[in-house]
């Protein structure tokens, strides 16, 4: 139905528009308390010593709160180190998760993101035993690119084609790793990248490719 196809595409809009939003929103806050434009400036510590992704917690740490050691799997996903930080994510989210919500479906979509952040942060703690709190969304944005990149190997296959392009999108997602764990002196949780990449991937295999777009052009 004509009235039908409006829906359809601002829904995957919609649910990348309102993770953006929340995480802006939780930043600009942070922001303005460090400013001591309103609350306290310690409002950032005390919200990292909370709701950041703490690795020893999962060892010896004593959580401020029982439920700790669990809503950090994924509370850590919506705070951020500064406003560079949050661009950054919130660029890499608005350039390829609207196009993924769309081919997923928003359920699959929110279901990816929650779920590739748990897995970022599952791995950081198995692999890390930093006292350094971990923030940020990359384990989720990661993840969105292990489904995307899944689902290109997965069409490749089907088609019987070569899987250069795949090979050449792993060997730039490593070197950006690499590069910029290096810039930041080893400051760079790429534990948390790569389990929410895995994730991702694995996702995207259990639920197969919904599109395959040489069926779809045939059609």
Known sequence: MPTSAPTQTRQPQIAVILLIAVNCAIEAVLQASDFRLFGSPYWRGWIYDDFAFYAPLLRDWTPNFTLQPVTMFVTYAFLHAGWLHLLVNMLALSSFG???ARQAG???FLTAYLLTSIGGAALYGALSNSPTPMVGASGALFGLLGVWISWGYQERR??????????RALFILVAYNVVFYLLLHGQLAWETHLGGFLTGWVLALIWGRPIYRRRRRSA
């Open 98 to 100: 609207t196009e993924i």
């Open 106 to 108: 928003t359920a699959k």
């Open 158 to 167: 089907h088609y019987g084609e070569g899987m250069r392009e795949i090979w």
